[in-house]
């Protein structure tokens, strides 16, 4: 697959399927993935592959603690799309754009909220992915800089799996609970969560997996200069 249509057809999948991706497919995607860039070739980004019963385990605890409004204690600041900042407008409405299109797709209405909270369930279950990738961070690091690090690494581990058949999800929501994934990974105390990934073969029949993404045009955030 050339890197064009890797790049426009990676898309975050919703539904996985739940067949186990084999080890040696992680394995290559991390070997490829480890040439990534970073700052002063400092390759901060610490990884942890969870498969298999510890991952079960993880996302049953990670969907109940959803499902009971347990509220969140991510390590890493998260935006609040309740500030008041003008500029956030324009974010704010693509944020809401995409939850449209998610739950339209699921035939979720937005006063159903059942139905939501159940979707939520779900995201927090990593949408039934069989393996994530975790990405944590040594404290002593300068976080906002050391961030530039772990998005290249993450978005090279998605076009990669992309290429091979795979899907993924960044995913906010594999973190909101650090503490469940401290109780079940080895992460030092010195060490921050920062995001995980959820990994599988995509479920193409679902249709949320399907809908049309949007994407601002190069006029609303280019400034060419000559
Ligand atoms: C840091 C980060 C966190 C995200 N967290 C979530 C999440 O918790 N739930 C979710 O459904 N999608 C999550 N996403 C996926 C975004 O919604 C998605 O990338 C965006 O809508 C663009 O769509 P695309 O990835 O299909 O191109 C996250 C993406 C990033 C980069």
Redesign the pocket.
Known sequence: MDIETTVRQ???I?IFKPEPVPKEVIRQILEEARWSPSWGNTQPWELYVVTGEVLERFKRMNRQKCLDGEPHTSEITMPEFTMPEAWLEILKKRYAD?GKS?LASLSIAREDADARNQYYGE?FNL?GAPCMILVCLGKSLKIEYAMLDV?LM?QTICLLAHAKGLGT??????VRYPKLLREILPIPEDHLVV?GTAMGYPDWGSPVNNFE?KRAGLEEFVTWVS
């Open positions: 990676r898309r975050s919703r995409v998610v995201m949408f998005g993450m999800c960044i995913l906010a929501a594999s995001i993404r």
